[in-house]
Nanobody
Framework: QVTLVESGGGSVQAGGSLTLSCAAS????????MGWFRQSPGKEREFAAGINWRGDRTDYVDSVKGRFTISRGKVKNTVILEMNNLKADDTAVYYC??????????????WGQGTQVIVSS
């Protein structure tokens, strides 16, 4: 069993920045493929960003490219999502995820509880 704990959500004005962090624990010592999904009010949950276990491959939904950066933390199985130039449409609950592989990022096997991001215009 793998447990994911997110932190860093909050409220910010449009154009501002926030950084989300996630730490995964458990498993068998594997370095996980990790990422983030998000769910805005009234919308389906969507993939936002992901990173492979080495940290040298990333993927983003088109709407956040150039504004969000995902990276691996210094501690094993941690991931950071830097969000810049935030827009009202980025308002969502952000969920940290673990996937079996980079090609399966959009079909996670573990989910965090989520952290709220509110962007006011």
């Amino acid at each position: 069993q793998v447990t994911l704990v997110e932190s860093g959500g909050g409220s910010v004005q449009a154009g501002g920045s926030l950084t989300l962090s996630c730490a995964a624990s458990g498993g068998d010592g594997t370095i996980f493929v990790m990422g983030w999904f998000r769910q805005s009010p009234g919308k389906e949950r969507e993939f936002a960003a992901g990173i492979n276990w080495r940290g040298d491959r990333t993927d983003y939904v088109d709407s956040v490219k150039g504004r969000f950066t995902i990276s691996r933390g210094k501690v094993k199985n941690t991931v950071i999502l830097e969000m810049n130039n935030l827009k009202a449409d980025d308002t969502a609950v952000y969920y940290c995820i673990v996937a079996d592989s980079f090609s399966k990022l959009k079909r996670p096997i573990y989910w965090g509880q989520g952290t709220q991001v509110i962007v006011s215009s």
